[in-house]
């Protein structure tokens, strides 16, 4: 392979993770190969042997800062239904909320300051300005409205789960603290706002996609699987049955969270730290599933909020089910994110929010189980084997990166192909290699 | 002032705290910033000459040292942001293990010559550049970062907390009469006294103050993620044997069974994992 023409993309830039990217061409210049590869590896599914149960939660948070909450829920999840512990309402509700504090943080920090700089500045434009800090130096208001927007998300992790980045409030049995009466009204004033930041958002961006979409098609499709959690084939994040879809739209398979690893493989490979997951029946190239806001779409009908229930519904009428364009992705993200937020008003317009019966106790015992919830980039699954004294024997993790890492290597294949003829590579191509990570 | 936020191997949590502080990010990034290197936001893929680095996470391969090593050449100024460049953080636990060993079990196959390779343990960058400032947490929270930043940027020094946790804490402390130790959620804890009068291991009275003690506040022991206070830092200090004094004193447990109990789980000190052994050097430095 050394022998070939190639060329690096190092390190690729505004993508959340660290990695490179390596095309091949051929003696002709054409594209022969391209890989998006993981050059960091921690080891957490090894060093954590050992550890009692009760401390997982908030230790295993540390895999990712941007998505912290989101794996303490499913930790969480997998170890109730190994101590076989049902939590209360209020616990739950409390739970969904904090999951949709970390959507809206994590998916307003990549729309506003990963992907925006892509449709707001042409890809031929000077990299050094091509950022969201340029956007907030031309257009301060922009800057207010995004900060805001995460501000609520991350405050709501801050009021219910105690801290921002890796929440602490959560444990096996339910939540620590109660919610307090005047929190709740203090977010719930905070959600109308950022409701109608996002639906400010959605309708500019909405423009955008138009204005575009022809140069969009071109980024190419990647005519895959999809999988989300579902309720009854409404929107769900927390708690639901996963979906999965054939490209077609065919239903493939329903399944509870208990089920996940007898439907969902990973193997590691040769040239990169990353595993790759895939659907098991149907082998490592025909299985390829894409999980995440486009999957959300692909296989949710409807949502149970009201502006965000239309969004998707439009989406789905207007870009086919399902639907397969690479940089539709940001466009569905901001229909979840319009979810997240009327889905969290509508939690925080609950009284019943405040109750204090918030913690239920757990009783430690041995067993295996797997906890899902829907990450802001997809369906994550932890799968824990626990010994009788509830210390972890096992653990395996299926993170929505693994999952979408084998159609990323193909959309950069084909925007690769796209961009580069008989060793003549377009100007802005990098970038363009980048936006479809 | 020319900024580069530098992400070594971590979880990008720090700069994720960093993103929290609203409107003083806003301010910070309009007046002070002007963040010419971060793979994260700017496209630019080459180091420039700086005046200030912030750098999360610490040095897990040699990809990572070449570029601390490049960062430092080209930075007058150098921030380690969070625990894992200050300590070695999380990932340290690997430093139990072998590295060789994980990477022959997990990971069988790889065989590029296009990855970095793994170092035997993580390190904080200490270990392989000079570090100006130490913000150390797991994450820092957002307005210790901005109040640190803004005072390098306008030439000051940043203002140290040197004390322990437990100054922060509004928890009270009694001499209790207990006779074990319980797990973090063993039982439901009285919202005012403080957590090791009840026996739970809480590492607030070894552990750096300046977060605001967010973890005990909410009824949830402190696992150190700020380091140890400056009191601590000194060679002859043993950390471990101060704990179990502090516990004992507290609960009236004997000092031999409370380290008995303490012996049974390494995984309460993972925040207190050294590599390099450089946490004696450069108190003055962390704050």
């Known amino acids: ?437 | 002032m020319k900024v580069s936020i530098v992400s070594l191997t971590c979880c990008a949590g720090c700069i994720s705290s960093f993103l929290n502080a609203g409107d003083a990010l806003l301010e910070i990034l309009s007046q002070h910033f002007d963040i010419v290197y971060s793979p994260t936001f700017v496209d630019l893929k080459e180091v420039q000459s700086l005046d200030l680095a912030i750098v999360e996470g610490g040095v897990r391969t040699s990809e990572d040292e070449r570029l601390i090593k490049e960062v430092r050449a080209k930075s007058r100024v150098l921030v380690a942001l969070g625990l894992c460049a200050t300590h070695g953080g999380i990932t340290s636990l690997g430093n139990l293990v072998s590295a060789k060993k994980f990477l022959e079990k997990e990971h069988s196959l790889l065989a590029s010559s296009k990855l970095p390779e793994l170092k035997d343990l993580m390190y904080p960058l200490c270990s392989f550049v000079d570090v100006d400032y130490y913000i150390p947490g797991c994450p820092p929270m957002p307005l210790l970062i901005i109040h640190s930043l803004k005072s390098i940027v306008s030439g000051k020094a940043p203002v140290r907390h040197q004390s322990v946790v437990c100054t922060e804490c509004h928890r009270k402390i009694v001499p209790a009469k207990l006779d074990h130790l319980y797990g973090i959620y063993e039982k439901e804890s009285d919202p005012t006294l403080c957590l090791v009068s009840q026996g739970f291991v809480c590492l607030g009275s070894l552990t750096r103050e300046g977060c605001g003690a967010p973890c005990p506040r909410a009824g949830f022991t402190c696992f150190g993620c700020r380091g140890p206070a400056d009191s601590l830092l000194y060679r002859s200090r043993d950390m471990y044997a101060f704990l179990v004094k502090v516990i004992s004193a507290r609960t009236a447990i004997p000092e031999e069974k409370v380290k008995e109990e303490l012996y049974r789980n390494p995984f309460i000190f993972h925040t207190f994992i050294f590599s390099g052994s450089d946490r004696f050097r450069a108190r003055e430095r962390i704050i």
């Open chain 1, 1 to 437: 392979m050394t022998s070939r023409k190639e060329i690096n993309i190092s390190p690729t830039t505004r993508i959340e993770g660290y990695g490179k990217v390596t095309i091949w061409l051929d003696d002709s210049g054409n594209v022969s190969d391209a890989h998006f590869y993981a050059t960091e590896i921690r080891g957490f599914d090894y060093f954590l042997r050992g550890m009692e149960a009760d401390r997982l939660p908030f230790i295993i948070s540390r895999i990712c800062g941007v998505c912290s909450t989101a794996h303490v829920l499913a930790s969480v999840k997998a170890i109730e239904s190994i101590y076989n512990t049902q939590i209360t309402e209020t616990a739950k509700k409390l739970r969904k909320l904090l999951l949709m504090g970390q959507t809206i943080s994590n998916h307003s920090l990549v729309y506003f300051f990963l992907t925006l700089p892509d449709f707001w500045f042409s890809p031929e434009e000077d990299p050094s300005r091509r950022n969201a800090f340029q956007i907030m130096r031309e257009k301060p208001e922009v800057g207010k409205k995004a900060i805001a927007l995460r501000s609520f998300g991350t405050h709501i992790m801050d009021v219910i789960g105690k801290r921002e980045v890796h929440i602490v409030s959560v444990i096996p049995g339910g939540l620590i603290n109660p919610l307090k009466e005047r929190e709740r009204e203090q977010l719930l004033n905070e959600a109308e706002n950022a409701c109608e930041i996002v639906k400010e958002a959605l309708t500019s961006s909405k423009e955008l996609f138009e204005r575009n979409w022809q140069d969009f098609v071109r980024f190419g499709q990647r005519k895959t699987c999809y999988m989300a959690l579902t309720r009854e084939e409404t929107l769900e994040m927390y708690d639901g049955r996963i979906n999965v879809i054939d490209a077609n739209g065919r239903k493939l398979a329903d399944f509870a969270d208990s089920e996940y690893m007898e439907h969902i493989e990973e193997k590691t490979s040769e040239w990169t730290y990353a595993k790759f997951a895939f659907l098991r029946s149907n082998g490592r190239s025909d299985g390829i599933v894409q999980v995440g806001p486009t999957a959300h779409m692909n296989i949710n009908r409807k949502a149970t909020t009201e502006t965000a229930n239309r969004e998707l519904k439009e989406f789905k009428s207007k870009f086919g089910n399902p639907a397969h364009v690479t940089l539709l992705l940001d466009y569905a993200r901001l229909i979840d994110l319009m979810y997240a937020c009327e889905e969290a008003k509508e939690l925080l317009e609950d009284k019943e929010l405040t109750r204090t019966d918030t913690r239920v106790e757990v009783k430690s015992r041995g067993g295996k189980a797997v906890g899902v919830v829907e990450a802001p980039r997809g369906t994550l699954a932890h799968e824990y084997v626990l010994t009788s004294n509830g210390h972890l024997k096992y653990i395996r993790l299926i993170i929505p990166t693994q999952i979408n890492n084998a159609a990323i290597n193909l959309s950069v294949k084909d925007a690769a192909t796209e961009f580069i003829r008989d060793g003549e590579v377009k100007p802005g191509f990098l970038n363009r290699i980048e936006m479809v990570i």
